[in-house]
């Protein structure tokens, strides 16, 4: 049973950086054909995509968010990590991580994690 886990800092502050990290158990960051992904969800509203990475390494990213955006990953920690930059109120958000046999198509999904952005 594959099993997906965020974690990082509840709280950040505007202009600072959001790092969040999503450990894999399970399944591998390396698994062929998969795509690990971010998503978030602001309070009262639909899904947004962020970006992903693939099994190979390579990253795509919301047209939107990708200057500030970027996704890694630890193949020896079995992780891939978020790492959006300067952050304003509007980034406030339930952050997800999910694993995606093809893009936007998801079978695992972590718990969430709550993150606002205030000073």
């Known amino acids: 049973q594959v099993q997906l886990r965020e974690s990082g800092p509840g709280l950040v502050k505007p202009s600072q950086t959001l790092s969040l990290t999503c450990t894999i158990s399970?399944?591998?960051?390396?698994?062929?054909?998969?795509?690990w992904s971010w998503i978030r969800q602001p309070q009262g509203k639909g899904l947004e995509w962020i970006g992903a990475?693939?099994?190979?390494?390579?990253?795509y990213y919301d047209p939107s968010l990708k200057s500030r955006t970027s996704i890694s990953r630890d193949t020896s920690k079995n992780q891939f990590t978020l790492q959006l930059n300067a952050v304003t109120p509007e980034d406030t958000a339930v952050y997800y991580c999910?694993?995606?046999?093809?893009?936007?198509?998801?079978?695992?999904w972590g718990q969430g994690t709550p993150v606002t952005v205030s000073s």
């Open positions: 399970g399944g591998s960051v390396t698994t062929n054909d998969l795509f």
């Open positions: 999910a694993r995606a046999p093809r893009f936007y198509l998801y079978d695992y």
């Open positions: 990475i693939g099994y190979d390494g390579s990253t």
